[in-house]
């Protein structure tokens, strides 16, 4: 197996940071005059490292970067804007940004601006380890990591953290703040982070078929019943708010999203109806009627239907 712990060890090194145990139940406590924080490290088996960062720099900071063996990396930017230089350009990590990255050898630097406070948790996993997630059980190899980078050193996607991630990450951040988490629920989690990273970002690419203003419109759209999820406008109501005719809204939803406009909606107001009742500040009631369903029995039984749990129970799971 490629081993890529050595490109932890260099960035913590860079550091100053004297390594944790191997357990990872100690946080990294930087004291430095550039800034203070802690990092965490985890590595439930040697192809998988986690790192969860909580740091505050006292002035603009370039973070050199060194990667000896190629990796992946999924990276959730919880707070704190930074940019990555590589190659002459540079790419933006923004708060509520999921971004995957395909990393060869070579250097690179890490921007982070004075006097912000950044979290950050970061998956590693060697090149071995994700072509093999990207074979069929059969064996067929129909993406592998060369392919996709091609001759570049460095290739990056990025999209909006979704709600079931953003559910995830809070529950493995207070599990792993109190240490309270065993190395199977934590490859499970981790696991299912990356199953949905790679879904979205590499298993449905999205052919380009409308023109860029449809685009945009049908785009658009999307934001519209997001915004007005509680009480959203007819189809009809929708293609006149973007100025696409309906059979262009129905037809270029369902090839850019994958489903019907109000199939997506229907999945959205059930995923963050998932995380209200993770949070547990609103009643069943409460959270039905914030997504837009008027009956209570209607939303629960199309909860369970979705995630295999009463809405009840899972908030009584949360306290």
Do not use: W
């Amino acid at each position: 197996m490629v081993d890529i712990h050595h490109n932890f060890h260099l960035f913590f090194d860079d550091f100053g940071l004297q390594q944790q145990s191997s357990n990872g139940s100690e946080p990294m406590i930087l004291r430095t005059p550039i800034g203070d924080g802690t990092f965490r490290r985890l590595v439930p088996r040697p192809d998988l490292n986690i790192v969860f960062s909580d740091l505050t720099f006292h002035g603009d900071f370039l973070m050199p970067l060194n990667a000896r063996t190629p990796m992946v990396e999924l990276h959730y930017c919880l707070q704190g804007k930074n940019v990555i230089h590589v190659e002459q350009k540079q790419y933006e990590f923004v708060p509520g940004m999921c971004a995957l990255q395909l990393i060869d050898e070579g250097k690179a630097q890490l921007e982070f601006i004075g006097n912000q406070h950044y979290q950050v948790l970061s998956v590693g996993i060697p090149i071995s380890t994700f072509n093999h997630y990207m074979e069929d059980i059969s064996g067929a190899k129909h993406l592998n990591f060369s392919g996709l980078l091609g001759r570049k050193s460095f290739r990056l996607f990025q999209e909006s953290i979704d709600p079931v991630a953003a559910v995830i990450i809070r529950r493995l951040t207070q599990y792993v703040q109190t240490s309270r988490i065993k190395n199977l629920e934590l490859e499970c989690n981790v696991l299912e982070l990356l199953l949905s990273a790679f879904q979205s970002f590499l298993f449905e690419p999205k052919p380009p078929k409308l023109s860029s203003i449809e685009s945009q419109k049908i785009q658009r759209a999307r934001d519209i019943m997001l915004e007005r999820m509680a009480n959203p406008p007819s189809l009809v109501e929708l293609s006149r708010m973007i100025g696409l005719n309906d059979y262009k809204l129905k037809i270029g939803f369902k090839e850019v999203y994958g489903s019907t406009v109000f199939g997506y909606l229907k999945e959205k107001r059930l995923e963050k109806a998932f995380l209200l009742l993770q949070q547990g500040d609103l009643n069943v009631y409460e959270t039905s009627l914030m997504v837009g369903y008027s009956n209570p029995s209607y939303f629960s039984e199309a909860f369970r239907d979705k995630y295999g749990v009463n809405p009840g129970n899972l908030r009584r799971r949360s306290f």
